[in-house]
């Protein structure tokens, strides 16, 4: 019975092949990139070589050199490590972050809700993606733990919501009235009790958000507020497009990061999907 | 509804206090400030520091607040030192540019949404059903700057259908017919390649509305009196769906804003997403400041109309 939230979560996933091969697609990639890139020499890859300036596909380039002579594939499997350990830590540090909040607030309610409620409302209202560009180009120097802190600052607020509504109902229920009574400790109910019972909901948010976040990083590199040219991202391949003449004749260069992302953020989406249906009754299939 | 209306307002002030709070504190983050552009290198430090002394630089920051605030209500958003120009002339200039674009990327949002929204809820698990969810899946992931990057490659590089920059073919005369017409031809392939990723979450949310609505009480009455099946649909089924999906409009000005800084990157649009990073990479405070005022503004007003449509279509709302 223990866990039968995630085997609810498991079986839906098998039931939909889309999302089975979606799932198997993302940790072989996963595997594939944080894999080979132990091999890569990464310092060699971001190192302008002039003697080898926008060459086409070859056999010793796979998919040809940027303008500064760099290998593209080289940097392809770089910007795929480095954009998926953003994705992942921004998740986990605003997830942390959201679900710390909405269980506070929907577990106690009363005054404690009112306060946190008015501090997420503030920060609704603000204009996200230009308050993060404004951010990242007043901070000096960030690495990824500092960009990624700056990201998870404007992104906890939907997680937070969802977690809070969630807790409210729980709180009510019998269960853990029973476990007041019987003189457990607000913390052990929240997480030997509260936290499990909605832990499929968390897991489904979380890994929407990871698309999403995903995404939310390409982008800002894509407008060059993200990771200098020396740590690509697979925005920044796509950033080279911004010159008219790479996005006509040079294919190779952002042609192939932008479909990654596109196949990366569809396959987590479709993991994601399927899970959100498992978590509905009426809409489950298996 | 209207102490609803006069409440519903009445947030708002205080909202857009706290946003121009944070924006002040942004701008006193950002390297450089009113002067850094007008600093003489021929200056000594003591004339600057006078400057500073004379701009109010060294007050402390509540009287520097209020001297922004309230120049800002006189409709003085300040000097900006990039362009020796007043930061509402520059605003104005790109401003009807993104609110053109806006517009038609609003309407064709709807005119994608209403009807595919239609028959994939009406004629659901058929073929055509399945087709446009598979579309709504793959543009709910696709992010809107690679979305708008492959149709500018495709059909302004590739096929050469629509010009690949800029809002107007340089020399028609403004005020003319062909004026207007080249207008519309820049906006078209920016404002689609918007739409199209935007109005995905319309079509869904259209096509779970109507069948639901079709499974009501009422539709099976009116079917039951004979009424034709075109008819059911268009007068009944529709309109219930329909006001609804009105409201959103509002919601969608937010996320307008932040696809019109990638669109108008990629498109070379001259509007205000465009001058947003522009400044920012120059530096340009004031103008800065401004523009994430704005748009901040902007989408709590956004959110303010769709918050009133919507209780006005579902009364429930009002209560809270």
């Known amino acids: ?286 | 509804m209207w102490t609803f209306t006069f409440r519903r307002v009445l947030i708002m002030i205080p909202q857009i206090l706290l946003l121009s709070i944070v924006i002040f504190f942004l701008a006193k983050m950002m390297p450089g400030d009113a002067l850094t552009g007008l600093i003489d290198p021929n200056i000594g430090p003591e004339a600057i520091e006078a400057q500073r002394e004379k701009l109010g630089l060294n007050d402390p920051w509540h009287v520097q607040y209020w001297n922004w605030i309230t120049n800002l209500f006189q409709g003085d958003l300040g000097q900006s030192f990039q362009h020796k120009l007043p930061v509402t002339e520059i605003i104005n200039q790109r401003l009807w540019n993104t609110f053109w674009l806006s517009v038609l990327t609003l309407i064709l949002t709807y005119l994608i949404a209403i009807p595919l929204g239609l028959i994939s809820g009406r004629y659901n698990d058929t073929i055509s059903d399945r087709i446009i969810t598979g579309y709504t899946y793959i543009g709910f992931a696709a992010p809107v700057f690679i979305f708008a990057l492959l149709m500018l490659f495709i059909f302004g590089f590739q096929l050469g259908w629509f010009p690949t920059g800029g809002s107007v073919t340089p020399g028609t005369v403004p005020g003319t017919w062909s004026f207007f017409l080249s207008k519309v031809y820049h906006m078209l392939l920016p404002a689609l390649s918007m739409a199209l990723i935007t109005t995905v979450s319309t079509v869904q949310y259209l096509r779970s509305e109507i069948i639901d609505t079709k499974q009501k009480d009422f539709v099976l009455l009116a079917r039951s009196k004979g009424v034709s099946e075109t008819r059911i649909y268009r007068k009944h089924i529709f309109r219930n769906s329909l006001l609804p999906i009105a409201a959103f409009f509002g919601y969608e000005i937010s996320g307008l804003i932040g696809g019109s800084i990638f669109i108008e990157n990629i498109f070379s649009y001259p509007g205000i997403g465009q001058l947003f990073l522009s400044s920012l990479m120059q530096r340009d405070t004031s103008v800065v400041t401004a523009l994430v005022l704005l748009f901040g503004i902007a989408s709590i007003l956004g959110t303010l109309i769709s918050d009133l449509i919507l209780s006005i279509v579902d009364p429930r709302i009002r209560m809270k």
Do not use: C
């Open chain 1, 1 to 286: 019975m223990e866990h039968s939230g995630f085997r609810i979560l498991w079986r839906e996933i098998v039931r939909d092949k889309l999302a089975l091969i979606s799932l198997i697609f993302f940790m072989m990639m996963v595997a594939f990139v944080f894999g080979i890139s132990l091999f890569l020499d990464e310092s060699e890859i971001v190192t302008v070589d002039l003697f080898a300036i926008h060459e086409p596909p070859s056999s010793q380039f796979w998919l040809g050199t940027d303008y500064g002579g760099r290998d593209v594939f080289g940097q392809l499997i770089i910007g795929t490590r480095n954009s998926l350990s953003i994705g992942i830590l921004v998740t986990l540090i605003s997830g942390i972050v959201g679900i710390t909040m909405g269980v506070v607030s929907g577990y106690f309610g009363g005054t404690v809700d009112n306060i946190l409620m008015r501090i997420l409302d503030f920060f609704m209202i603000l204009p996200t993606l230009m308050i993060v560009i404004v951010f990242v180009s007043i901070v000096p120097n960030y690495g990824v733990m500092s960009f990624s802190l700056i990201m998870s600052v404007f992104l906890w607020m939907g997680i937070a919501r969802l977690i809070r509504s969630k807790a409210l109902q729980e709180k009510e229920l019998d269960y853990v009235n029973a476990s007041k009574t019987a003189g457990s400790s607000h913390l052990k109910i929240i997480f030997k009790q509260v936290l499990p019972n909605i832990s499929s909901l968390i897991i489904v948010t979380m890994t929407l958000n990871l698309a999403a976040n995903i995404g939310l990083e390409s982008g800002l590199s894509f407008l060059g507020f993200g990771f200098p040219e020396s740590t690509p991202s697979l925005g920044t391949l796509v950033s080279y497009a911004r010159n008219p003449q790479t996005l006509e004749y040079r294919w190779w260069i952002w042609l192939p990061a932008s479909l990654l992302i596109l196949i990366l953020m569809l396959s987590i989406n479709n993991v994601g999907q399927a899970l959100k249906r498992a978590t509905d009754a009426k809409q489950r299939r298996g």
